[in-house]
Structures are given as C-alpha cells and as structure tokens.
C-alpha cells in the first residue's frame, strides 16, 4: 500500500513551480530554502519519482513533474471549497436583509416566518417592501423577491418556486340563487364579477380560464364591476354580492364552511398558483438570504409544499 501524501508537501510543490525557484518561493511564502527544500524530498521520496532536477544554478521540472503539478493544482483548488464550505456553514449570517413581497401575502402568511427567522437570526435585520409592484432586483438592491404567480418567463434569475393553493370561483349565496343552475364553465359566461388582475393587467375582453380535472382548459367571459390585484379588497365584495369571483381557496374556505359564499362548480379550478422566491445568482446570495430561503421552506404552513429550483444567469 502506497504512502499518503502530505497537504503541505502539495502546497509547498505547487509553491516552487509557481514561483520558478526555490529562493523566489522561499520569499513569497516566507518559510526557509532548506524547509522548502525538505518537503520537495519528502514529496519526490514518498511518490518514488523525481518532480525537479535541481542543480546549484538552475531547477528544470520533469515532464511528470509538469503533469503532477497540474493535477496539484486541482486537489489544492478542491481542498479550498471544501474548507470554504464548512467556513460558511460556520458563519453566522448578519446584515440587512431586504425582501419585496406582495401585500397579502405578507400579511396571510409570512410575517410568522420572518418574526420565527428573526429570531432564529439576531443579528440579521429585515427591510420588508410589501406592495404589489414589480421591482427591479438588481437595480433597487433587493436580495429576494417574492412573486405569486402561475409561472414566471423571466429566466435571468434563479428562482426556487413553492406550491401554493388553486384559485375557486365562488358567489354569495344570493349571487348563486340567482345565477339559477351552473353545470359548467359555459353557464357562467357575461356574469358580473369581482375580478383578481395582475398588475397591469387591463380590462377588455376579460376571461377566466379554469380547469377541470383532465387539465382540460375551459374560458369564461365575465364582465369586472370591481376589479383590483388585491384578494382582500374583492373578497368583502364577493360576500356583499357584487359578482362572481376566481379566488385563492384558502382565502374563501373559511367563508365557504361558513355558508357565507358558495363554491360554483366545484371540479374546476383556476389552476395552481406559486410562490417564487427570485434572486440574483447562487454566487451572490448572501449567507442571511440562503438561510431565509431554507428557513422559508422549512416554516411555511404544511399546504405549501417546495416544488422545484431552476433558472439562472
């Protein structure tokens, strides 16, 4: 069985190549030419090779030598992040921690987790910007957005993305008495609606597109007399009787148990909604912004579940 070699004698091998010279590497490291000298021996004597001939005026690497150098150069690197890995698992994280986040969300859901992190964290602070505006990430300095939507197209960032729950179409019971009988999607075209819209998103032609439980897609014209990107505002709507309204269900279950709203058609839905959580690159998240997000994952209400990490610049 063959020695195994000694860390050092690689740094102090990689050293002198690197340097050209024994003297010229004894001064960059600051260690003796008689220390650099007796890792070399050990280095060429453990290995049973010779790496370097060396005379009184002159050190000429070997073809091996080269090769083996090379191959240093990669174990040293490697020896590096592994050491950096454990480094970063031993740091604490700090600083200032700057998130945007939509309004409902914020209040519904993630205010436990970021008080649970702050917490867990002491000496991270968190700047949290809750509105429903599209930020610029870079620009404005934010470490992580946080976006509710089907899908993101945007692939210049990364994005870890978690499920959230399906959107319902419900009324007021006086709304649902008065829509007589609703078989299916068809039925409910032209009716009056509370209407949940993207930011920007305008008002003509307005359709919903629901699902049944092929993934088969079916649209409903309806006609907005309220509409607003924010579910807290048409949700008092919708019990008031203004229209019918496509909702986040774990907004309207609640109400739903309760008799005050009734859910139309019961087996279609408006698809999934996630949670995205968008940064700028791996290389430059923060050790507070990679501990939120694990701590994110970790805390949110069992009925959001992690799905999938992807994109990237």
């Given at each position: 069985m063959s020695k195994p070699l000694d860390l050092n004698d690689l740094r102090y091998f990689a050293a002198i190549i690197d340097a050209g010279s024994?003297?010229?590497?004894?001064?960059?490291?600051?260690?003796?030419?008689?220390?650099?000298?007796?890792?070399?021996?050990?280095?060429?004597?453990?290995?049973?090779?010779?790496?370097?001939?060396?005379?009184?005026?002159?050190?000429?690497?070997?073809?091996?030598?080269?090769?083996?150098?090379?191959?240093?150069?990669?174990?040293?690197?490697?020896?590096?992040?592994?050491?950096s890995v454990v480094e970063e698992a031993r740091s604490v994280p700090r600083g200032t921690l700057k998130i945007s986040c939509p309004v409902l969300f914020a209040q519904a859901v993630l205010m436990p987790v970021v008080n649970s992190f702050l917490r867990a964290y002491p000496e991270v602070d968190?700047?949290?910007?809750?509105?429903?505006?599209?930020?610029?990430?870079?620009?404005?300095?934010?470490?992580?957005?946080l976006k509710i939507q089907r899908q993101l197209d945007d692939s210049r960032f990364i994005v870890r993305s978690f499920r959230l729950d399906q959107h319902w179409l419900v009324a007021s019971p006086d709304i649902?008495?008065?829509?007589?009988?609703?078989?299916?999607?068809?039925?409910?075209?032209?009716?009056?609606?509370?209407?949940?819209?993207?930011?920007?998103?305008?008002?003509?032609?307005?359709?919903?597109?629901?699902?049944?439980?092929?993934?088969?897609?079916?649209?409903?014209a309806h006609h907005p007399r309220l509409s607003s990107?924010?579910?807290?505002?048409?949700?008092?709507?919708?019990?008031?009787?203004?229209?019918?309204?496509?909702?986040?269900?774990?907004?309207?279950?609640?109400?739903?148990?309760?008799?005050?709203?009734?859910?139309?058609?019961?087996?279609?839905?408006?698809?999934?909604?996630?949670?995205?959580?968008v940064f700028p690159s791996r290389r430059g998240l923060s050790k507070a912004a990679r501990c939120f997000l694990d701590h994110l994952g970790q805390h949110l209400p069992p009925q959001l579940r992690e799905t999938i990490e992807h994109g990237g610049i």
């Open positions: 024994l003297s010229r590497a004894s001064r960059a490291l600051g260690v003796t030419k008689s220390l650099l000298s007796q890792h070399l021996s050990r280095l060429e004597e453990t290995l049973g090779v010779s790496l370097i001939q060396r005379t009184t005026r002159r050190m000429d690497v070997t073809a091996l030598g080269l090769e083996f150098h090379a191959r240093c150069l990669s174990v040293l690197a490697e020896v590096e992040r592994a050491q968190v700047v949290l910007d809750a509105d429903y505006r599209e930020v610029d990430l870079l620009g404005e300095g934010y470490d992580l957005a649902a008495r008065w829509l007589g009988p609703i078989r299916q999607p068809a039925d409910l075209n032209g009716c009056a609606s509370a209407f949940l819209r993207n930011e920007g998103e305008t008002l003509a032609g307005t359709v919903w597109q629901v699902l049944d439980s092929s993934q088969g897609v079916h649209s409903i990107s924010d579910p807290l505002v048409l949700l008092p709507a919708v019990l008031d009787g203004i229209g019918v309204a496509l909702l986040p269900g774990s907004l309207c279950q609640r109400e739903v148990e309760a008799g005050r709203l009734e859910r139309l058609l019961p087996q279609f839905h408006g698809g999934t909604m996630y949670l995205h959580a």
